[in-house]
């Protein structure tokens, strides 16, 4: 179950959007827990960012959550680092060389810690831009009538299976009411109905001809085989065309 912590959220936008806030980062316990062993034994708190970033990251709304996971990670890493550089001077228990070589030591563990925390942490505020942005949308089209995943597919770009998973996130959030339904399929299915029932498919002659005159068009004749009225042979019958039959020459007109 998603969390809705820290909620120093982000305005949706315009068109009404913009009276919903989204979560700054959908959290759980389990987030929460890695953030504390971050700073507690980095090493630990890493491994457990990339196992969270491996099995979730195929969520939108995972990835701005995912990147703060490893921003914190090595931020913890660094202050875990200084906490220990600081008590072996303070205990004089380990000679760095002079001030220096401890200056130095600590811009080389700067550079290998802060520069991917600053990365991390820039990956997860353009992350969460771009999916309240993409919340943002959604809300825009819902509220525009469109209620079918296979469109709001099409309008965003997203995998059909990504939108249904970002609906039911802003549905948790309170962006869109818990009663409010959105059909699967849609514009596709509504073709392949369509089709099913006996109509022209999209794109064809007879769909174009319909679509331009506004008046259905007859399905076309087909050969047909009947039955000779002289001698009861079978005979093949074009459309509007009348043949005589192979056998008793008994004239069969196409009825």
Request: aromatic share 12%; charged share 15%; proline share 4%.
């Amino acid at each position: 179950m998603i969390t809705a912590g820290n909620m120093g959220g982000q305005a949706l936008g315009s068109n009404g959007a913009n009276s919903f806030k989204l979560p700054k980062y959908a959290r759980t316990t389990f987030d929460y827990i890695i953030i504390a062993a971050c700073y507690l034994f980095m090493p630990v708190g890493l491994l457990l960012a990339l196992v969270r970033l491996l099995t979730s990251h195929y969520k939108n709304y995972r990835k701005p959550v995912n990147f703060s996971l490893l921003f914190h990670a090595f931020a913890g890493g660094f202050i875990e680092i200084i906490i220990f550089i600081i008590f072996l001077v303070s205990d004089q228990q380990y000679d760095f060389g002079g001030t220096g070589m401890l200056i130095s030591l600590l811009i080389a563990f700067a550079v290998l810690f802060l520069l991917p925390a600053a990365v991390f942490a820039y990956v997860a505020a353009v992350s969460r831009h771009d999916f309240s942005q993409l919340a943002a949308k959604y809300i825009q089209l819902a509220g525009g009538g469109i209620r079918q995943t296979s469109r709001l597919s099409i309008e965003t770009g997203q995998h059909e299976r990504d939108v249904r998973r970002d609906l039911q996130y802003l549905q948790d959030c309170g962006a869109f009411d818990s009663s409010l339904v959105f059909e699967e399929g849609g514009a596709s299915a509504a073709a392949g109905g369509m089709a099913g029932a006996g109509g022209p498919a999209p794109g064809s002659a007879r769909w174009f001809a319909e679509k331009t005159s506004g008046v259905p068009q007859a399905p076309p004749q087909l050969a047909k085989s009947i039955r000779c009225t002289g001698c009861g042979a079978q005979n093949t019958v074009l459309p509007g065309q009348a043949k005589a039959c192979d056998y008793c020459g008994t004239t069969i007109p196409y009825s």
